[in-house]
């Protein structure tokens, strides 16, 4: 007879006591996870996360009580749970888990890691410690009413990475700062003017005229007399946003008139811009406030934030928040900046104001504060019963783990509608590695198109080998029979060369490079393609991806052969994320399925559930990312109607992760 410890057999309620688990990530789902684990019976538990707890976490992660703000998430985590059950062993590390100290050794230590995490950058790095370590991960995530969970096991299962993920879409510089067509475009322009004028200066996003936008062709010598610009502080001068503005001690009136009337007429000279688009209206300050309707405020009734202003209310709201501001700035003292939050109602206050007056110049419908706020923070609410149900999945799959019925594991989706076998949770079969993977094959290889003559050493670190790759600490040596090394991770070493372009190197079309990460345990291997034919603002392409098309529909024949266990949800589910470090909050930006270009910062899949409740019929799409909604070239495909499961009306455009 069985011999139960609880409800579980002695033998498992024996491993759980002495099994040492790590926990990465202490919020929506690592709150949910930490007590879930310690009420299972696990004994030694190890959690770590950067973050610190805010006021907007209280609703969902529940192991925080208000007098907590400011303080360490892992740290009150781990007294929280330790009521529950106060013989548990847990150790709180207040730190980011990519810091070197965190090395293939340590993650060594543990019989188990699950990630409930918020970001990419975090995730790669888990998954390729995990890989190096042979340790079990487990992967998780959540959006809205949506979730997943799967099971990642070195040469057993797909890794995090094995699926590419589609790099995010970005806007042309001169759609944001010319020829806005659409709400988010101004609200990208509004949140890169904060940045300009009271954050920190990005020459990536300058919001004056682009002078220099091939559409226009333009000679300003020939029509700069056109533009009638204020006579003052507030006309045209080619200085930096933030030096014009603290020249005038950020007077709201003119920043408004140079913002919103010069600049717009400086814009109406570039003549072809308009000749096939409807050409923005210049507003100016004393107009407006001499033919101001009190009435005009508001359009609309309900809640405050769902109302939207009329244009001199926007006007009102952009004065109020630049004076705001512009205190907050001076209290911090000379050389100071701020730093947009969402949650902060000055910084909210100027970008709804900002954003809704370039709206209405360039003959858009103005939105409410709570719509620009959703776009601008990439936001919906979190739900804290699905943080629950998947934190609860991750246990049970992790007592699959620690039973050794690994080949039991499943990938599951948290659907937010039944679909037609009434199953709100898909299991799914976990894929096997893919042999192209660029992080977990037996050679890890690459091929990259960019132009040797115009990319840095810089670029090919930051932009291609730790942003695009995923790595930390890179060290690049060319294969070039002497072993040159191009770049180190030892500080001070070869930073001579970051200004230097590959061609300098000897670098052409066809070298190799070997790159390592040696706290990751990990080689790449790049070979460099040469082109001088890459799209304008595209810096270099990874050859053979293509994350953003569908894979073609399957035939009837292989629809069969892929079912298993009698249904169709075979696929493995992608937990991509952007990549802000692992202390960022829950919030994470997503990429549309549409073909319109996009900013980075704003996201938008209209239709998160589709990742998990499938498609009406038996072809594969695009699997929406339950963390992030960023879709992957997979998806689960269930009941041929389970698409019955996604919301056909759900306009949301962003979404909020835990």
């Not at 590390?93 to 810091?99: L, Q």
């Not at 699950?114 to 890989?131: E, K, T, Y």
Request: hydrophobic share 35%; glycine share 6%.
């Amino acid at each position: 007879m069985v011999q139960l410890v609880g409800s579980l057999r002695k033998e498992l309620a024996d491993s759980l006591s002495t099994s040492k688990v790590l926990v990465v990530g202490a919020g929506g789902i690592g709150c949910e996870l930490l007590k879930n684990l310690v009420l299972t019976g696990f004994k030694n538990i190890d959690a770590i996360d950067l973050d610190t707890i805010d006021v907007s976490n209280l609703n969902r992660q529940f192991l925080f009580q208000k007098k907590h703000v400011g303080k360490s998430k892992a740290q009150v985590a781990k007294e929280s749970a330790l009521l529950f059950c106060p013989s548990a062993n847990i150790t709180a590390y207040h730190d980011s888990i990519m810091n070197p100290d965190y090395n293939v050794e340590f993650f060594r230590n543990y019989a188990l890691v699950m990630n409930a995490l918020d970001n990419r950058a975090a995730r790669n790095h888990v998954n390729r410690m995990c890989l190096a370590a042979d340790i079990p991960l487990i992967e998780s995530g959540t959006a809205g009413y949506l979730g997943q969970v799967s099971v990642i096991k070195k040469g057993l299962t797909e890794c995090y990475e094995c699926q590419p993920k589609p790099t995010q879409k970005t806007f042309p510089g001169c759609t944001i700062r010319n020829t806005p067509s659409e709400p988010i475009h101004c609200i990208v322009w509004a949140k890169y003017l904060f940045n300009q004028l009271f954050g920190e200066e990005d020459a990536d996003q300058e919001v004056s005229p682009d002078t220099a936008d091939p559409e226009a062709e333009w000679n300003p010598e020939d029509t700069a007399a056109r533009a009638t610009a204020s006579e003052k502080d507030g006309d045209i001068k080619r200085v930096s946003t933030k030096d014009w503005a603290r020249s005038t001690g950020y007077d709201p009136v003119k920043l408004f008139n140079k913002l919103f009337k010069d600049d717009i007429m400086y814009l109406l000279t570039m003549d072809k811009l308009w000749k096939k688009r409807k050409a923005p209206i210049p507003l100016d300050w004393q107009q407006l406030a001499n033919s101001a309707c009190p009435k005009e405020d508001t359009a609309g009734s309900g809640l405050k934030d769902q109302q939207v202003l009329g244009v001199w209310g926007q006007c009102q709201l952009f004065q109020h928040s630049v004076e705001t501001l512009r205190s907050q700035l001076q209290e911090k003292g000379e050389g100071a900046e701020l730093v947009w939050d969402k949650d902060d109602p000055p910084a909210m206050d100027f970008v709804t104001s900002a954003a809704n007056l370039r709206m209405h110049i360039f003959s858009m419908n103005m939105k409410s504060r709570f719509d620009v706020k959703s776009m601008a923070g990439n936001i919906i609410p979190a739900i804290a019963t699905t943080n629950a149900v998947i934190a609860g999945l991750i246990v049970l799959e992790g007592l699959k783990i620690l039973s050794g019925q690994i080949e039991s594991c499943r990938t599951i989706f948290l659907n937010k509608c039944p679909n037609l076998r009434k199953k709100l949770l898909v299991p799914c079969i976990l894929d096997p590695p893919s042999a192209n993977c660029y992080v977990c094959a037996s050679k890890p290889e690459v091929t990259v198109k960019l132009n040797v003559q115009k990319t840095m050493v810089l670029t090919l670190q930051d932009r291609i080998l730790k942003e695009r790759f995923g790595m930390v600490a890179p060290d690049v040596q060319i294969e070039d029979g002497k072993g040159t090394i191009l770049i180190s991770s030892e500080e001070g070493e070869t930073e001579a060369n970051n200004s230097k372009f590959l061609s300098d190197f000897g670098i052409r079309n066809g070298s190799r490079l070997q790159a390592d990460d040696f706290l990751q345990d990990y080689t790449l291997l790049v070979n460099v393609l040469h082109t001088e034919d890459l799209e304008r603002d595209v810096e270099f392409e990874v050859v053979g991806e293509a994350p953003d098309k569908a894979p073609p529909p399957q035939t009837p024949q292989e629809e069969v052969n892929s079912i298993t266990n009698g249904n169709k949800d075979t696929a493995k589910p992608s937990t991509s994320s952007k990549a802000p470090p692992a202390a960022d909050d829950d919030l994470m930006i997503i990429d549309s399925d549409d073909d319109d270009d996009e900013e980075k910062e704003a996201a938008a899949s209209s239709d998160p559930a589709a990742g998990a409740a499938g498609a009406a019929g038996a072809t594969k799409r695009k699997h929406s990312d339950a963390e992030t909604g960023e879709t992957s070239t997979k998806r689960a495909r269930t009941d041929r109607a389970a698409g019955d499961g996604a919301d056909e009306d759900d306009e949301e455009d962003v979404i909020e992760l835990d």
